[in-house]
């Protein structure tokens, strides 16, 4: 079953290790809830903003997760110090899209999706079936990786913070676009669909696409 | 004897406080509830930690934890009482 | 909108394979065992397989299971549906603690995928897709099947709910103070915390009744926009879900027979659920929680609870609580199994993040 899916807002930043300039103290004021915010969660809400979404259904996406604050409860137990909390409330997969909840007090469904290198394009497929109940999801898939020792994983050379978000809404609109999932060098293999997609809509005015549920 | 100072610069290091200069600390400013700093309960925990990381300080007293952690005075006098024993 | 059955479950939990996991819940016996030599200096109480065999290995019996219970030869026209909340943690585990470095980590191995990824690789689905919400996992995945059968965008959809045992979960509920040291006493007052299980359940979900099945009639979702790790205190997301799924299911409370809650033992969740239970149902609903016979399995949570939701309406008794000699709230807690007429049964999950998901199960009665 396919739903013809308009593309309302599209937002992507990338760095080779870190993000500059996700603007969180002007978008989270809250100085005690943002210094709690993983860098997923920071991209997050700077995706959601540029796409001018705050509350509503949200898919989000990430094959890897919170690798920073995995990686740090992992060497706790390994050096046998103390697990901090903060660090395990943290590293749960949901945990960017349950902090942009938080910070833009938004009670609809959001979901969570960890799908290896078909995340996007699998999370696209969800905020699909979402349209059907609801009149504009967002869509987005986040890779923040720039966690000590990943050099030993990164085989691919991808860039270390990856993040893409898309403001959606069903449409009766005919697909005027394909897109693939052909990989592109320094985009995490899980970001790849969504890479595509954004690259047809910077370069076009109105993209709709046939999604199959 | 750990002068209060020096607790607020863990405080701030220990819980990820950001933009916050020790002196905006008020010593009797209430750490927890939004009155105050807006520390939670996660923190009333990471509080255990950085007490027994950096000052050798072990929080036994749990039932007394809301009287312990209410400023940042009551918290040093807190440790320097246990330093003491 | 088409209408969504359950037609074969199997459940690998502390307690053992399905019938031995139905078998300790209507008799109120629990799998769930202490530790003094996994957390330094204190005691847990989690609930570990006690088969010897790997979790994949269990994984792959779970599925045969139903395989074998369905109307289907194979799941090449099947949809699968993963919820977990560590996916493949445990075995980055094993390496990282063996060796004290990660050169030998597959993180294809490590990430939620690889459990759809093995069963994937050995059945050949029409195509596989991961939720991963903390303890709703599951229960998004069976509330997304619910959907996209209502659509008709698929005929057969297999749930897997699943988490294995993990040093980074057993340490990280232990950080925050709220995994108990005894088996889990849900909704008692003097409670003291939950405990880390595993667990495994799988779930064929299909558009076509059978003679056993069991009909999912409602799915209901919300998010607390609270706190990252404790419940909204005046439940207002729990109840949410609650009636997003009574809505979904259109039933009014007083068609609910019972509620599978999400009862973890601790304090917090068992005292927001109480008040939104209370607030919906009022004080006669039969509840009870079975995380004090095989544990908190995290991300299998909703898939092992729906499977004991399909149990109780086919076996038409009310599942009891171990203890409930101290109730909160003085709610109707299930004191032992007792056959009723149940037509449909509420069954809650809430996760790390504010995430609420609640689903509604109930009779067949159409031939």
Known sequence: MRVNVEIINHALVHAPKTLENLNEKELVKKMILRRRLSRASKILINLAHKCEYKTGVMVYGSAYGELIDTVSILESIKNENIVSPTAFQNSVYNTAASYHSIVEGNTSEILTLSCGDSTSYNVMQQGALSLLKNEEVFVSTIEAMNFEGVEIFNKCGAQLEYGIGFSIKKTDKEANTVVNAKEQKGVPASLSWMKNLYDICESKDSVVIEVEL | MVKIDTLKEKLIEGLSLEDIEIDEIEDDMPLFGDEGLGLDSVDAIELTLILEKEFGVKVTDMANAENIFASSSSLVNYINEQLEN | ?367
């Open chain 3, 1 to 367: 909108m088409k209408k969504v059955y359950i037609n074969a479950t199997s459940i690998k939990s502390a307690c053992g394979d399905t019938g031995q996991t139905f078998d300790a819940v209507f008799n109120k016996k629990s799998a769930l065992v202490r530790h003094d030599n996994i957390v330094p200096q204190k005691t847990v109480c989690i609930g570990k397989f006690k088969e010897k065999n790997s979790f994949e290995d269990l994984l792959i019996q779970s599925v045969e299971e139903v395989l074998s219970k369905s109307n289907l030869e194979d799941f090449s026209n099947t949809l699968l549906l993963v919820g977990s909340s560590v996916g493949g943690m445990a075995t980055t585990e094993e390496v990282l603690f063996r060796d004290k470095k990660y050169d030998n980590i597959d993180i294809e191995k490590h990430t939620i995928d690889v459990i759809a990824s093995t069963l994937d690789k050995k059945y050949n689905f029409l195509n596989t897709r991961s939720f991963s919400t903390a303890c709703t996992s599951s229960a998004n995945a069976l509330k997304v099947a619910k959907e996209l059968i209502n659509y008709g965008a698929y005929e057969n959809i297999l749930v897997v709910g699943a988490d294995a045992m993990c040093m980074t979960t057993v340490f990280g509920f232990s950080s925050l103070g709220i995994l108990s040291d005894e088996m889990c006493t849900p909704f008692q007052n003097n409670r003291k915390g939950m405990n880390v299980a595993e667990g495994i359940a799988t779930l064929l979900v299909q558009n076509k009744k059978q003679e056993n099945s069991v009909e999912l009639k409602g799915a209901g979702t919300s998010s607390d926009a609270h706190h990252i790790a404790n419940p909204d205190p005046s439940a207002a997301g729990a109840m949410s879900a609650i009636k997003n799924a009574l809505k979904d299911a259109s039933l009014t409370p007083d068609k609910l027979s019972y509620v599978n809650a999400h009862g973890t033992g601790t304090q917090a969740n068992d005292e927001t659920e109480a008040k939104a239970l209370e607030e919906i149902f009022g004080k006669g609903i039969a509840i009870s929680s079975s995380k004090s016979n095989f544990g908190h399995t995290l991300g299998a949570a909703g898939a092992i609870e729906a499977a004991i939701c399909v149990e109780i309406l086919k076996r038409q008794t009310l599942a009891p609580q171990i203890l409930t000699s101290d109730n909160e709230k003085d709610l109707n807690f299930v004191e032992n199994a007792t056959t009723a007429k149940i037509e449909n049964v509420l069954s809650n999950s809430f996760a790390f993040g504010g995430n609420n998901t609640s689903l509604i199960f109930g009779v067949c009665h159409e031939s």
